[in-house]
């Protein structure tokens, strides 16, 4: 029995020593025009999800999504060489390891949604200190490629520490 207390105010202790984290705008939301017509051929909205500890490394990562609409009759693509994200001090995040594949052709008039993880900068591994990131990405399309970038500020819904957050195997997600 004092096992199991122990073991539930271990797992209570290393959540609670997590912040939760909310990021703003959410989602940012950006209308892809080429400048020849100005014609709007695709949305993309990108958003911060939350931060997950790898399982293979108990490393954090931070998690974005990017859903991209394709309102145009030719393809549109990600380029994968492109996704950057900086924090609020130009540290760079580990290379991103994206869910599909960036890269794929987005066919005309369809939407993809893409689950981006970063590993945390190796000069700040630590979630609770994150101010501000940044991500920058470029769109292929038939006219050429837009440049994207999109920034998200912490908010902190309240100064006053959230509690706890029980975890129990389902997830090893904090927010």
Same mark, same amino acid.
């Given at each position: 029995?004092? #096992?199991?207390?122990?073991?539930?105010?271990?797992?209570?202790?290393?959540?609670?020593?997590?912040?939760?984290? @909310?990021?703003?705008?959410?989602?940012?939301?950006?209308?892809?025009?080429?400048?020849?017509?100005?014609?709007?051929?695709?949305?993309?909205?990108?958003?911060?999800?939350?931060?997950?500890?790898?399982?293979?490394?108990?490393?954090?990562?931070? @998690?974005?999504?990017?859903?991209?609409? #394709?309102?145009?009759?030719?393809?549109?693509?990600?380029?994968?060489?492109?996704?950057?994200?900086?924090?609020?001090?130009?540290?760079?995040?580990?290379?991103?390891?994206?869910?599909?594949?960036?890269?794929?052709?987005?066919?005309?008039?369809?939407?993809?949604?893409?689950?981006?993880?970063?590993?945390?900068?190796?000069?700040?591994?630590?979630?609770?200190?994150?101010?501000?990131?940044?991500?920058?990405?470029?769109?292929?399309?038939?006219?050429?490629?837009?440049?994207?970038?999109?920034?998200?500020?912490?908010?902190?819904?309240?100064?006053?520490?959230?509690?706890?957050?029980?975890?129990?195997?389902?997830?090893?997600?904090?927010?």
């Amino acid at each position: 029995m004092k #096992n199991a207390i122990l073991t539930l105010c271990l797992l209570a202790a290393s959540c609670a020593s997590t912040q939760r984290l @909310h990021f703003v705008p959410a989602p940012h939301e950006l209308s892809l025009q080429p400048q020849e017509n100005g014609a709007v051929i695709g949305r993309v909205y990108s958003t911060v999800v939350g931060a997950v500890r790898s399982e293979e490394t108990g490393d954090w990562r931070l @998690h974005l999504r990017m859903r991209v609409e #394709n309102e145009d009759d030719a393809p549109l693509r990600v380029r994968p060489d492109s996704v950057r994200l900086l924090d609020s001090r130009l540290h760079a995040f580990g290379t991103v390891v994206p869910e599909p594949a960036l890269g794929t052709e987005i066919p005309p008039f369809t939407t993809r949604v893409f689950e981006l993880y970063f590993p945390m900068p190796r000069s700040e591994p630590r979630v609770s200190r994150l101010e501000s990131v940044h991500l920058r990405y470029s769109i292929e399309h038939a006219d050429g490629h837009a440049e994207v970038s999109a920034g998200f500020e912490r908010w902190d819904e309240s100064p006053v520490s959230t509690g706890i957050r029980w975890s129990f195997g389902y997830t090893n997600y904090c927010w």
